[in-house]
């Protein structure tokens, strides 16, 4: 295939972007207005972007287990489900100050606006109810309606349930010392105001009874948490940009190498926060970090910009007005930078909103809102970067960026000529791979909401208090829809949900397993004077009737709302698991799963699993299905760009190369560090893709020049790495230090970010600035080193390259063989 050559386009491309800087640095007022006028309209949106966490709004709503969790909410509520864990410090709850502890609370939390009424379970709500066999068939009373006065009342309580303890389930712990309320608020009550209300309930009681300890956790309270550290992402932002200013006075050491960048990134998380709030998408624990991640990327960029910019400003020595001289540098930087310019911010936005394909809403807004504020970026550079820098003073004369960067940055790629030191690249590339891929093996999913919060936060302390001692809050539903009424009065039915209760207790992680089957069988029992032999399902469909018949006349029909509705439709095993963690999650839907193919359950009935457990499920396999989508699509769109701006379709392969070592590394680091592939580390290879195509894009457009003026693949190679290898270098310390600027955060999740995003960074920089160039000189692609463009004698050199193929033969200057050199 012939090798491309210098494409008019292109040089029309070049001359339009040269037309245009000079536009743009005639005009640099009236650009700079224009800028500050759409940022004060779009920072006024900005302003409207809200700060708060929605749980459910970030579940994948398609997936099976999260419908069937709409349903069930439905028609049994569970929402917004807390709990209250009481504690003894000394001695057992069995005591009558306990009791009366735990009465008052009950009766206090049933009176707290929003509780829904009916929702609040404990061993002292009028649910809990005694069912006992007497001589004329069962009786039912609340076990604790008031609290005992003396040791015989605390032990008749205790007594009444120990005998019901298979209907009601841990409300007190085996060894007596904890207890549990359970309530839900109604749907419209915030996670803040459920929070305050509850908290003020536990302040008061605490100073009333210091011998027993209070713990809170729940929904509302794990949505809280997630809130206020979504709220601290200002100050976040605040040492991010502080960090970014510093690397770059240390990078440039001027003021204006400073303030030219870190302005592009302010403005860019202004304009993209701005977009967010026209679009009335909300902030929250996932998505509070997209300004670092914009404010990084826009200064990352505008920095390639400035070297850029820097270096034609000292080619351009000769003209003596400095004014002129700095205007011309920035039109000359533009001419030669604006079409990568253009390629490698689209690359990266595209690598961002490609997160989109994901099913869940907060990843989706991370990864759009993100593409635009790269694209804000790249509008900033082409518009504020020139004309901020035409207004500002010239640099003083004879400045020099780091010269030992660039002295062994181009000693490197000089020694990159000799087949030896390209054969340690290409092994140390292997041994990073290999090593990447055995560590990914351990990668675990897991979206435990309860481990993105510090050990002490109280929603998380209160968790662990409920799973160490009280059986767990985590549910997991099974939704048993008969499909008409009076369905679950079917003994075959019945004995099916009993046989399911008794394969989910066989399960490590099941804590509890409860349904109406519990119910039937403490009836019978009842019936026949408590005689053990009759804990079972009746046979007679009639005589279950009569049972619930019964209760009913003698109680309240409602006790039984948390197992089935009141038409005997439709019923709920209720499983409680003892953490949220994937592996305790997957091995009770494994065993529900499995155990309705062995023993299917009876015609018409319809199984559905939902509850908080499955839920986290379902985004763990939508976070799986939707990462290697993801990842496809993102090295597919690199892959086009990159050949069609350089001009072959080689040319996609070779930029797409170290950006899958990158990713693997990516993965290969999740496993090395015990990190697990969740809602925040899914969107770090995305990243890594559409930063490290930057990288990669850059260097190769650079490379190309530098053949071009020099005609020598070494020393072009050696000239690329110095000049956009040492901006890569730069923007690849930017993005790290911003981002490292989160290990003080108590949030697991930016703690992750604070060492996956610097290590990805260093990756994907790395392997740009080493595979790359290997790879440059060991395959000598037409697309690069076709021939000498636009230099004088260039049409010798390309008359002097083979006219079939798509690599050429090394050349030195003279333009003999350098393959011995």
């Known amino acids: ?331 000359e930087s533009g001419r030669r930078t604006g079409l990568v310019m253009l390629v490698a911010g689209s690359v990266a936005a595209g690598g961002f909103a490609s997160l989109a394909v994901f099913g869940i809403p907060t990843i989706r807004d991370f990864g759009v809102f993100t593409a635009l504020g790269v694209l804000s970026a790249v509008v900033l550079e082409m518009t504020f970067v020139p004309a901020a820098r035409t207004r500002l003073p010239p640099p003083r004369p004879g400045r020099r960026l780091g010269a030992r960067i660039d002295r062994g940055l181009d000693a490197f790629g000089r020694a990159l000529r000799r087949p030896a030191w390209r054969i340690g690249v290409y092994a140390a590339t292997a041994a990073v791979l290999a090593a990447s891929l055995l560590f990914a093996t351990r990668i675990e999913i897991n979206n435990s909401i309860r481990d993105y919060l510090a050990p002490d936060d109280p929603a998380r302390v209160g968790s662990e208090v409920l799973e160490r001692e009280l059986g767990g809050i985590v549910p997991c539903f099974v939704l048993v829809d008969g499909g008409k009424e009076n369905a679950l009065l079917d003994p075959a039915l019945l004995g099916w949900m009993a046989a399911l209760e008794n394969e989910l207790r066989r399960v490590e992680s099941v804590r509890l397993a409860l349904s109406l089957a519990d119910v039937v069988r403490r009836l019978h029992q009842a019936m026949h004077g408590d005689d053990p032999a009759y804990d079972r399902i009746p046979e007679s469909r009639n005589l279950i009737a009569q049972y619930l018949l019964l209760y009913a006349m003698s109680a309240d029909p409602e006790d039984f709302s948390r197992f089935v509705t009141a038409d005997y439709s439709r019923g709920l095993v209720r499983a409680t698991l003892r953490s949220d963690q994937s592996r305790d999650v997957e091995a009770a839907v494994a065993a529900i799963e499995g155990f309705a193919r062995r023993v299917p359950p009876p015609a018409a009935v319809r199984l559905r699993i939902g509850g908080s457990g499955p839920i986290s499920l379902a985004v763990d396999r939508t976070l799986t299905e939707g990462k290697l989508l993801n990842i496809a699509l993102v090295l597919l769109m690199v892959y086009v760009l990159s050949s069609v701006v350089l001009g072959s379709p080689f040319a996609g392969a070779f930029v797409v190369l170290p950006l899958i070592v990158a990713v693997v590394a990516n993965f290969g680091a999740l496993g090395a560090l015990g990190l697990w592939l969740n809602m925040g580390t899914a969107t770090i290879a995305a990243m890594a893709v559409g930063i490290g195509a930057d990288y990669a894009i850059y260097f190769a457009y650079r490379l190309r020049e530098e053949y071009a003026r020099l005609g020598d693949e070494g020393a072009a190679v050696g000239a690329a790495l110095a000049t956009s290898g040492k901006a890569v270098f730069f923007v690849a310390v930017a993005i790290s230090v911003g981002y490292g600027t989160l290990a003080a955060s108590t949030f697991y999740l930016n703690r992750v970010l604070a060492r996956l995003v610097p290590l990805t960074m260093a990756v994907s920089a790395l392997v740009a600035l080493t595979l790359l160039p290997a790879s440059f000189l060991e395959v000598r692609p037409r697309f690069v080193f076709a021939r000498r463009w636009g230099a004088p004698g260039a049409r010798a050199v390309a008359r002097g390259a083979p006219r079939k193929g798509w690599c050429r033969p090394a050349s030195n200057p003279a333009g003999g063989s350098a393959r011995n050199a």
Request: aromatic share 8%; proline share 5%; glycine share 10%.
């Open 1 to 331: 295939m012939p090798g491309p050559r210098l494409a008019p386009q292109g040089l029309a491309m070049e001359a339009a972007l040269g037309r245009y800087f000079a536009w743009v640095t005639r005009r640099p007022k009236r650009i700079l207005l224009a800028c500050a006028g759409i940022t004060a309209i779009l920072a006024a949106a900005a302003l409207r972007v809200r700060v708060y966490v929605d749980i459910d709004a970030n579940l994948p709503a398609s997936h099976p287990y999260v419908q069937a969790d709409r349903e069930i909410q439905a028609d049994f509520g569970g929402r917004n489900i807390m709990a209250i864990a009481i504690r003894s410090r000394r001695g057992s709850m069995w005591s009558p100050e306990g009791l009366a502890l735990l009465v008052r609370l009950t009766r206090d939390v049933s009176a707290l606006p929003g509780v829904v009424a009916g929702s609040v379970f404990s061993l002292a709500s009028p649910k809990a109810k005694d069912i006992r066999g007497t001589e004329e068939g069962f009786e039912v009373r609340p076990i604790l309606a008031e609290p005992p006065t003396d040791a015989a009342g605390v032990e008749a309580v205790r007594a009444a349930f120990e005998r019901n303890r298979s209907t009601l389930g841990p409300l007190v712990a085996d060894d007596g010392r904890a207890a549990a309320v359970f309530f839900e608020f109604a749907e419209g009550v915030r996670d803040d105001e459920a929070h305050r209300r509850v908290g003020a309930l536990l302040e008061r009681l605490r100073g009333q009874a210091p011998g027993f300890a209070l713990f809170v956790t729940g929904r509302p309270m794990f949505g809280y948490a997630f809130t206020q550290h979504a709220r601290r992402a200002e100050q976040s932002f605040l040492l991010a940009a502080a960090a970014v200013m510093a690397t770059l006075w240390l990078s440039f050491g001027s003021l204006q190498g400073m303030l030219v960048p870190i302005g592009t990134g302010l403005l860019s998380t202004v304009w993209g926060l701005g977009m967010m709030g026209l679009a009335g998408v909300h902030m929250d624990g996932w998505n509070a970090v997209t300004p670092v991640l914009i404010l990084a990327i826009a200064a990352g960029h505008s920095v390639q910009i400035l070297k850029r910019y820097y270096e034609e400003y000292a080619r351009l020595a000769a003209i003596p007005d400095l004014r002129e001289r700095s205007r011309r540098a920035v039109v």
